[in-house]
C-alpha cells in the first residue's frame, strides 16, 4: 500500500513538473496597478524604451484614453513618436524559451482614437493616434542576443482583438519576453498608439 502511495505521489509530481515546463505564466498579465498613473511601468515589467523619454503609460484615464479594459481594471498603453522613438516592455520569464521549441501567446490589442500628449517637438498636446504594430523579442540576459519572434498585422481598429501568435525561437534560447510598439508600414515616423491587455500564458506546442 505504501509502495503504491509513493508511486502516485511521484507521478503527480512528474505531472506538474512537466506541465510547468510546458507552460510559462507572465505575472501581472493584464497590467494592472492599484495606484495607476501615466508615465509608469506595470509591476513585473520593464521598461524598455529610451531613457529620454518617458515610460509607458497604464491606461485609461489620461491623455484622453477611455476605452474600457478587456479584462481587469486596467491595460497598457504605448506610443512610437515622430522623432523616431518607441515603447515598450519586457518581463523575465520563469522558464526558458528553447531554441527549435514552437509555443503560443495570445494578448488582445486595440488604438484609442484619441491619444493627446506633448512631444519632444512641441510642448503643445500631439495627437498619438496614426496605427501602429506589435513586435514580441524574445531576449537572453546572460548573452544578450534577441530574436523577432512574431509581429502582428497593423493594429487600425479601435475596439479589443484577440491576436494568438507562434513563438519558434531560432537562433537561442531565451529568458525574457518583450512586447515593443512600431510603425505600421505607411506611418513611418510618425505618432501612434498601441494599447495591450489580458496576455496568456506561454504555451509549448
Known sequence: MKI????????????GKVAA???????N????EPNRAPGQTPSFWINLGEATATP??????YFGVKEVP???????????????TWEGVGQVLDGILRKDSSYTFSLSLNRSNTYLSP????????????????KIWGYNTKT????????????????????EFVLK???????ELDLMAYYAPGFEQTNGNLLIDDCSAIVKK
Not at 29 to 32: I, Q, R
Not at 56 to 61: L, M, S
Not at 169 to 175: A, N, Q, S, V
Open 169 to 175: 525561437p531560432t537562433l537561442g534560447d531565451y529568458d
Open 144 to 163: 544578450k542576443q534577441e530574436e523577432l519572434l512574431a509581429e502582428s498585422q497593423p493594429v487600425s481598429h479601435s475596439k479589443w482583438v484577440d491576436y
Open 119 to 134: 512631444t519632444m517637438l512641441c510642448s503643445e498636446p500631439a495627437k498619438f493616434n496614426n496605427p501602429t504594430i506589435l
Open 21 to 27: 515546463q510546458t507552460k510559462i505564466r507572465l505575472d
Open 29 to 32: 498579465p493584464s497590467f494592472e
Open 4 to 15: 503504491k502511495c509513493t508511486l502516485f505521489c511521484l507521478l503527480i509530481l512528474f505531472s
Open 56 to 61: 509607458p503609460d497604464i491606461q485609461p484615464g
Open 70 to 84: 478587456h479584462h481587469g481594471r486596467a491595460y497598457l498603453g504605448l506610443v512610437v513618436r515622430e522623432n523616431n
